[in-house]
């Protein structure tokens, strides 16, 4: 069952609504937990990554540089590029 996130347009509250593969998405009620407010807009989640069971093979890292007054971040995920 994919976890969707929503944030509400009226107070900001963001919540995590499971959907079931046996509800069709008009049956289910879209309503912020904290305001009630129904107008709701899907986040883009944030996703967990893997490169498998072995830790002696290439791992993710982040790399770092300096963007102005702030610092910027690049995820460098090893495997095949095109």
Known sequence: MPIY???CAQCGNIQEVIVSSSK???????????CEG???ERLLSA???SMG???SGPQ???STKSCG???????????PTR
């Open 5 to 7: 996130e929503f944030r």
């Open 24 to 34: 069709a998405s008009d049956d289910i009620e879209m309503k912020c937990d904290a």
């Open 69 to 79: 007054e702030n610092t910027c971040g690049t995820l460098n995920i090893p495997g």
């Open 53 to 55: 069971a072995s830790k």
């Open 47 to 49: 996703a967990s990554y």
């Open 38 to 40: 129904e107008v709701l």
């Open 60 to 62: 993710p890292s982040v």
